[in-house]
């Protein structure tokens, strides 16, 4: 079995994830960072992929497969785990879904849901996630053959989350850190930390235990 996992960021924190999962697979497996690496395969897993992979280049794959981290078709678009971690949610699940279009829009093959500590700042939040969506990996693989995937129920609507910008990690200091630390925790304080501005310039804030 060929597979290819298809990571855009090679600076994204799951990539050391993935290697490691890698090596301890018995199957012929690369880890791609553009999608103009794409060769062909059995399985073609998208995570944490920006790039727009198009009906040719996943015809290169029997299966072309995304990691969503949300309840679809509730939460389709950027970053939606961040978004209900802001809203309150306690228990976040992740899509193993077809690669389609629209985007988000294809046949479900498994879900896995996880709980998320109150306390949890984004490296644990991130653990977990990670965990989650190698655990569905594992199991498209092995069940690959007896999966029978189902279209996604829109019947009680479907939402879509915006991509995040530099402006939905700012801080607000004429409040109080209790309301805003579900935004200080999930910021990531190399590729997207939070900031606040005071007297004329932006300070980035970092948060440890």
Not at 3 to 24: A, F, Q, R, Y
Not at 85 to 109: F, H, K, M, N, Q
Request: charged share 30%.
């Amino acid at each position: 079995m060929k597979i290819s996992v298809l990571c855009s960021n090679s600076e994204h924190p799951i990539v050391g994830k993935i290697k490691t999962w890698c090596d301890e697979q018995p199957y012929e497996i690369e880890l791609l960072h553009s999608k103009s690496q794409l060769g062909g395969g059995d399985i073609l897993f998208l995570v944490s992929c920006s790039e727009l992979i198009n009906a040719s280049e996943r015809a290169k794959y029997n299966n072309t497969l995304v990691l969503h981290a949300s309840d679809l078709p509730r939460g389709r678009g950027w970053s939606p785990y961040i978004w209900e971690l802001l809203e309150g949610a306690e228990t976040i699940t992740v899509s193993l879904l077809e690669a389609a279009e629209p985007v988000d829009s294809g046949r479900v093959w498994a879900k896995e849901s996880f709980h998320v500590g109150k306390d949890w700042l984004w490296d644990e939040i991130n653990d977990a996630l990670f965990e989650t969506e190698l655990k569905l990996m594992n199991y498209a693989i092995e069940n690959k053959e007896i999966i029978k995937p189902e279209a996604q129920d829109e019947s009680e609507g479907v939402s879509y989350y915006p991509k995040r910008s530099p402006v939905d990690s700012e801080l607000d200091v004429d409040k109080p850190l209790r309301e805003q630390f579900d935004l200080l925790r999930v910021c990531d304080p190399t590729r997207y930390p939070a900031t606040f501005k005071i007297y004329g310039h932006t300070y980035k804030m970092t948060v440890e235990k």
